[in-house]
């Protein structure tokens, strides 16, 4: 979460919109957020219906994968970082810009 704060503004000069999604509470999300000075909007997954839905649940640890996703304004993936590849946001940076020029 951090990383993508301190790419918030490329990523908003390429016209994407970053969200955070994650399995907590509202009332978490937003603790979490003012505690990493996080100003992008974190959604809660409460009960897991969209991450069940993207097949990121993982029964072992009874939570979400860490993914980014890039979605297109069509609501279709583009890209996506699974795992250990989604911590570093460097990749999905540069595909927003990428998607951005190609428009």
Request: neutral net charge; contains cysteine; proline residues 3%.
């Amino acid at each position: 979460m951090k990383n993508f704060q301190k790419n918030l503004q490329k990523l908003e000069v390429a016209d994407t919109q970053v969200l955070g999604v994650s399995m907590d509470s509202p009332f978490a999300n937003r603790a979490f957020a003012e505690q990493i000075g996080v100003t992008f909007p974190l959604l809660s997954d409460w009960g897991g219906e969209v991450t069940q839905q993207y097949g990121i649940y993982t029964d072992k640890y009874k939570a979400a994968r860490r993914v980014n996703f890039l979605i297109g304004k069509d609501g279709k993936i583009l890209e996506e970082q699974v795992d250990n590849e989604a911590i570093d946001p460097a990749k999905i940076v540069s595909a927003c810009e990428r998607h951005k020029v190609n428009r």
